[in-house]
C-alpha cells in the first residue's frame, strides 16, 4: 500500500523559508513522477513543482520560480521542496502527488502540510 507522508510546514513570516518533505512508503520510488500541489482557502488544488524519476526534469509553476526548488532523493523515497523569500499568498495546504510513470491513473496523494507565511 502507498503512504506518503508529508512534513515540516508551518508558520512563517513574509521573507522566510521552510523545507517541506515527502517520505514515501510501499512502492518502487524510482518509478514514480513527483509532484507538490497547494490548495489554499476557497481556491483549486494547483501544481507547484514537479519533478522527473531521475530529477534531471523538473518545472515549477510561474508563482514560485525563482523561490522554490523541488529535489528528490530516490535512496530515502524522499521528496524535498525547499521555499525561499515566501509571501503571504504561499499560504495553503501543500500536499506530495505520486504518479506511476506510463499510468496516468496509478496517482497517490499524502495527506498534506500546513504552510501559513503571516507577519
Known amino acids: 500500500q502507498v503512504q506518503l507522508v508529508e512534513s515540516g510546514g508551518g508558520s512563517v513570516q513574509p521573507g522566510g523559508s521552510l523545507r517541506l518533505s515527502c517520505a514515501a512508503s510501499g512502492l518502487n520510488f524510482a518509478n514514480y513522477a513527483m509532484s507538490w500541489y497547494r490548495q489554499a482557502p476557497g481556491k483549486e488544488r494547483e501544481l507547484v513543482a514537479a519533478i522527473s524519476r531521475f530529477g534531471r526534469s523538473t518545472n515549477y509553476a510561474d508563482s514560485v520560480k525563482g523561490r522554490f526548488t523541488i529535489s528528490r532523493d530516490n535512496a530515502k523515497k524522499t521528496m524535498y521542496l525547499q521555499m525561499n523569500s515566501l509571501k503571504p499568498e504561499d499560504t495553503a495546504v501543500y500536499y506530495c502527488?505520486?504518479?506511476?510513470?506510463?499510468?496516468?491513473?496509478?496517482?497517490?496523494w499524502g495527506q498534506g502540510t500546513q504552510v501559513t507565511v503571516s507577519s
Open positions: 502527488n505520486a504518479r506511476l510513470v506510463g499510468m496516468p491513473d496509478n496517482t497517490n
